[in-house]
Nanobody, 122 residues
Framework: VQLQAFGGGLVQAGGFLRLSCAASGGTFSSYTVAWFRQAAGKEREFVATIRMGRTYYSDSVKGRFTISRDGAKNTVHLQMNSLKPEDTAVYYC??????????????????WGQGTQVTVSS
């Protein structure tokens, strides 16, 4: 499975962006898909995931971000609203088959997109 993440950009605080993760070369619908982000000088951190029709979010984005799957287009989206400067990072999508207790762990995702930069100005 090959993943391509896109949709990042520069936005002012309070604005919104929608990221997309497009898959090819495999049956995307059978995978759990997650978004992680990595700010400069920091470790990659969990943002959101969609697993077996249920969604999970980190506390830092809950209520502002929404992850969704478009099965027909083999794509997973991350709608990001009320963006804050601390959301600035490179955002990566990953696909895998983690058990529920490991959905926020990078090591359980075996396929990754190349990352897309999100910059939120204050």
């Amino acid at each position: 499975v090959q993943l391509q993440a896109f949709g990042g950009g520069l936005v002012q605080a309070g604005g919104f962006l929608r990221l997309s993760c497009a898959a090819s070369g495999g049956t995307f619908s059978s995978y759990t898909v997650a978004w992680f982000r990595q700010a400069a000088g920091k470790e990659r951190e969990f943002v959101a995931t969609i697993r077996m029709g249920r969604t999970y979010y980190s506390d830092s984005v809950k209520g502002r971000f929404t992850i969704s799957r478009d099965g027909a287009k083999n794509t997973v989206h991350l709608q990001m609203n009320s963006l804050k400067p601390e959301d600035t990072a490179v955002y990566y999508c990953g696909a895998g088959r983690p058990i529920l207790s490991t959905i926020s762990t990078t090591a359980t995702y075996c396929y990754w997109g190349q990352g897309t930069q999100v910059t939120v100005s204050s």
